[in-house]
Nanobody
Framework: VQLQASGGGLVQAGGSLGLSCAAS????????MAWFRQAPGKEREFVAG???????TYADSVKGRFTIARDNAKNTLYLQMNSLKPEDTAVYLC?????????????????WGQGTQVTVSS
């Protein structure tokens, strides 16, 4: 599967931004999907993940502020980000895998999009 993330940009603290990840191929619904982020000089960090059936999990740092969703008919993954903070600034990447034991581990994912920059100003 090929992934293409979009929707990043510059937003003020407290604002909102929505990301999308378009997937190619007819089997999108069979993949576990996730969003990660990576800030300069930092390790790639799990943000949110969603299963084939829509079950989801979030990093503690984004719980209550971010919402992950998927539309299998449109082969698209979403991330709605509200109440953004400067520490949310990073490149956001979407990832896919047919099987995942631990959502948080980047090594569990086989396919990655190119990333989209999110910058939150204070």
């Amino acid at each position: 599967v090929q992934l293409q993330a979009s929707g990043g940009g510059l937003v003020q603290a407290g604002g909102s931004l929505g990301l999308s990840c378009a997937a190619s191929g007819p089997t999108f619904s069979s993949y576990i999907m996730a969003w990660f982020r990576q800030a300069p000089g930092k390790e790639r960090e799990f943000v949110a993940g969603i299963s084939w059936t829509g079950g989801f999990t979030y990093a503690d740092s984004v719980k209550g502020r971010f919402t992950i969703a998927r539309d299998n008919a449109k082969n698209t993954l979403y991330l709605q980000m509200n109440s953004l903070k400067p520490e949310d600034t990073a490149v956001y990447l979407c990832a896919a895998s047919r099987t995942v034991i631990r959502y948080l581990k980047a090594t569990e994912y086989d396919y990655w999009g190119q990333g989209t920059q999110v910058t939150v100003s204070s």
